[in-house]
């Protein structure tokens, strides 16, 4: 079943096309991981996706009402933004506003979705902390968190793993894996490329605002492609513990 | 922390004692037990006149005109997701004051009981159009608070221009004394006048608690989670515009109220910028009351204005929340 139908979205910066009719369609039981180098679009192919910048083209999700979209896709921003010092607990709540969480004490229902999205994020020790006053990797995850408890079919996470500890890297992306195979679809954009090889089942590439290439991880991080978009080489091996790729350094073909 | 439906209570149960003290203050030396019988039944003498058209009028508008300064207050600090927000920003305020201080120049003032209030609500009006129009129906805070500060620093110069230019010494004097902000002497006219714009306002104000704990996430991460941004951003500017609008052509400019209630009471909802939103109603109609008893007094008989006390009381008080949120930061 598929969770998200672009069809030709473009999203214009002034004159010039920030992102350039992508058309793509994720299916649930999918990790998709969103790569590309920096400027490529990602970020503003994923906020034109929810509809939440201006853009031309069909986009599933960004023709839905605002309510029933927020029930549909969940969104981790890659800002991390904290504005009050709420403790962890109600700032994971926040993620069941759509579902109708509001000033009163949360319904057993909403109590149950926040308590699997802290232990999925190993939180449990810190529901009454002050989210502000975490370490930057901590409030990434509860803000992960939040996302989770909103228990949307489609997750969309910019960069969620960006500042992260290797452990809660590897915790993250299995995260995204247990989803998928609770039959969710996530898109998760990433810059690193070993963990984007080892846990996404599907990669789509992006450079200047089109989608370059788009399947398996084995096929879109081929040497030429890396190359030709980043500008590297890498050492690329397939292991009895599946594809690993290591950046080794910058080619003489630049971008 | 206090369970949320607690302090509601608490802080309601406070307002009302607040309440009943401002009732039994005056010049006219009522005792408590015989003022509350002729505030409820007619005596027919000049006690039951006191009570009722006295004392009443002026206790209800220190708790509509606090909780107005209060609830706009925590809305404003939501919205902007910052503390240093009070509902005087938008720029309405001012213009609500230069509306009346024009009235009393003009002489205006004086043809009718309500041409006062009617010419600062006018002023209000004209700001939140002025401020929708420069802001657009897609800016974002920042546009907003920029179009507010500029609204804010004309009606304050033009204010001052009609000073300047007065050449009514009395007419001068009059506008001094009404700009600094004061609850004596109101009637059930201007309770009447009043109450509208700021139920409205409270009708606009209170739905935005979801809303604005979304914001908390940033706005972007509220839109996705089903705010509709432009829409907030209406109901609180008509919301406020409304509630303080009122609040400033009844009492003048009454300062410190909206900064410092939600700064008072963030702590004790847990930081939620929804939950403020009545705490801060209750708390600033607590405030008010409280500031109009002890002007009372503090100088019986030579009348200390309302928002002198307020701000006497205020700076110091969000100077030590200054201190404590430094302290809490190192």
């Not at chain 1, 503003?44 to 509809?51: D, E, N, S």
């Not at chain 2, 802001?135 to 920042?142: I, T, V």
């Not at chain 2, 705490?279 to 607590?286: F, I, T």
Request: with cysteine; glycine share 12%.
């Amino acid at each position: 079943m598929s969770l998200l139908t672009l069809d030709a979205v473009t999203v214009l910066r002034g004159q010039c096309p920030v992102v350039d009719a992508v058309s793509l369609a994720i299916d649930a039981g999918e990790v998709v991981g969103l790569i590309g180098p920096n400027g490529a679009g990602k970020t503003t192919l994923l906020r034109g996706a929810l509809g939440l910048l201006p853009h031309t083209g069909r986009s599933s999700l960004s023709q839905m009402p605002p309510a029933a979209r927020a029930r549909h896709a969940a969104w981790l921003p890659q800002g991390r933004e904290i504005a009050w010092p709420v403790d962890v607990e109600t700032l994971v709540a926040l993620g069941r506003v759509p579902h109708g969480a509001g000033l009163s004490a949360l319904s057993a229902k909403d109590a149950a979705a926040v308590e699997r999205a802290l232990a999925r994020m190993d939180l449990g020790g810190f529901r009454k902390r002050i989210a502000t006053r975490l370490s930057g990797g901590e409030q990434a995850r509860v803000l992960l968190a939040r996302a989770l408890a909103q228990e949307a079919p489609l997750l969309l996470a910019d960069e969620p793993i960006a500042g992260l500890d290797p452990g809660h890297q590897i915790a993250t992306m299995e995260v995204f894996n247990d989803l998928a195979a609770e039959g969710c679809g996530v898109v998760v954009s990433l810059h690193d490329l070993g963990l984007a090889a080892r846990y996404c089942s599907r990669l789509v590439l992006m450079a200047a605002g089109r989608v370059v290439a788009d399947g398996p991880p084995a096929e879109v991080l081929s040497p030429d492609r890396l190359a030709a978009v980043f500008g590297i080489t890498a050492f690329l091996a397939d292991t009895a513990d599946g594809l690993v790729l290591q950046p080794l350094s910058r080619s003489g073909l630049r971008p | 922390m206090i369970p949320f439906p607690r302090l509601l209570a608490g802080l309601a149960a406070l307002v009302v004692a607040l309440f009943l003290v401002s009732l039994l203050i005056g010049p006219a030396g009522i005792s408590p037990g015989r003022g509350l019988a002729a505030l409820f039944h007619d005596d027919g003498g000049p006690m039951t006149l006191v009570m009722r058209e006295i004392r009443l009028p002026r206790a209800l508008l220190g708790v509509m005109v606090g909780a107005s300064l209060g609830l706009s207050g925590a809305a404003m600090q939501g919205y902007l997701r910052n503390p240093l927000a009070e509902p005087g920003l938008i720029g309405v305020s001012g213009s609500a004051a230069l509306g009346a201080v024009l009235a009393i120049q003009t002489g205006v003032a004086a043809s009718f009981a309500l041409a006062l209030p009617l010419a600062a609500l006018a002023g209000a009006g004209i700001a939140v159009g002025l401020l929708l129009a420069l802001a657009g129906p897609r800016g974002d805070s920042l546009t907003l608070i920029l179009a507010g500060i500029a609204i804010s620093a004309l009606a304050g110069a033009l204010t001052s221009l009609v000073l300047n230019l007065s050449p009514n010494p009395f007419a001068a004097s009059d506008i001094v004394f009404w700009m600094l902000g004061s609850l004596a002497d109101r009637s059930f006219l201007h309770v009447a006048l009043a109450l509208p714009f700021m139920a409205g306002g409270a009708a606009l104000l209170l739905p935005l608690a979801r809303g604005l704990d979304t914001l908390t996430l940033g706005e972007d991460a509220a839109a996705a989670l089903g705010t509709r941004l432009g829409r907030l951003r209406l109901m609180l500017v008509a919301g406020t515009a409304a509630m303080v609008g009122a609040a400033t052509a009844v009492a003048g400019t009454i300062g410190f109220v909206g900064l410092v209630v939600p700064h008072l009471l963030r702590g004790a909802v847990g930081a939620r910028p929804g939950r403020l939103l009545a705490a801060s109603a209750l708390g600033g109609a607590a405030m008010v009351l409280a500031a109009d008893i002890a002007v009372r007094i503090v100088l019986p008989g030579r009348d200390l204005k309302l928002g002198v006390l307020t701000a006497i009381v205020g700076a110091p008080l969000f100077l030590h929340l200054v201190y404590r949120t430094r302290r809490d930061l190192e």
